[in-house]
């Protein structure tokens, strides 16, 4: 009896341990990542906004890059070509109206919003 409790015991812990791993895996670093792909603002519309939900799976939840033109900044985030919103990683300071080469994690399209929201982001390439 005390076999089979000892059995039952270690079976636990080693499921609790397998467990504890799979819910708290370290985060995904960015900074780090390689990009999947590289978009442009339009690109990633077309890309959410199409019938075909699988096209969704290239860019959705991957590291991607995007090109685009500031046309909303402040010091946390900043919106390309007014379709793509781009929340940075630490405090950047973005000039509007310029041309910027970013690269984030992509969360999806915000339909109330319509515009793709990305999050964890860096600045690749600034232009000057």
Do not use: W
Request: aromatic share 8%; hydrophobic share 40%; net charge negative.
């Amino acid at each position: 009896m005390k076999k089979i409790i000892l059995i039952i015991f270690f079976i636990i812990v080693i499921l609790g341990i397998l467990g504890y791993n799979y819910l708290y895996q370290d985060h995904r670093d960015v900074v780090t990542s390689n990009a999947t792909a590289s978009y442009t603002p339009s690109e990633l519309i077309d890309l959410f906004t199409d019938q075909d939900s699988a096209n969704d799976t290239d860019a959705l939840d991957q590291v991607i890059e995007v090109s685009g033109i500031s046309t909303a900044t402040s010091t946390n985030s900043i919106t390309l070509d007014g379709q793509v919103f781009i929340e940075f990683n630490t405090p950047h300071k973005v000039a509007l109206n310029q041309t910027y080469t970013l690269k984030g994690r992509c969360l999806g399209y915000d339909d109330l919003l319509e515009e793709i929201k990305i999050d964890q982001a860096i600045v690749i390439n600034p232009s000057n």
